[in-house]
Nanobody
């Protein structure tokens, strides 16, 4: 099993920034993928950004140039730096960890972008 502990979300004005972090613990394998998905009301859960244990990131097109994901391999933690936030970024953001055994989800902090 892998446990995920996320930082809190928050309320941000359009154009603002917010940083989400997630730390994994438990049965951490040498190879994994971590990242963030988000789910807005009435919509499916979609990938935002992921990063491999080798440090290779992937972003959904809508956040490229605005969001940056980074990995601390020594602590198995990921940080999602979100800049230039837009109202359409409002969603519950779920931390994600996948390895050869399975996939794991965090509780999901709420991020609201509103003036």
């Amino acid at each position: 099993q892998v446990q995920l502990v996320e930082s809190e979300g928050g309320l941000v004005r359009p154009g603002g920034s917010l940083r989400l972090s997630c730390a994994a613990s438990g049965n951490i394998r040498s190879m994994y993928v971590m990242g963030w998905y988000r789910q807005a009301p009435g919509e499916e859960r979609d990938m935002v950004a992921t990063i491999t244990s080798g440090g290779n990131p992937t972003y959904v097109d809508s956040v490229k140039g605005r969001f940056t994901i980074s990995l601390d391999f020594t602590t198995t933690s990921v940080v999602l730096q979100m800049d230039s936030l837009k109202p359409e970024d409002t969603a519950v953001y779920y931390c994600y960890h996948r390895n050869v055994v399975g996939e794991y989800w965090g509780q999901g902090p709420q991020v609201t972008v509103s003036s």
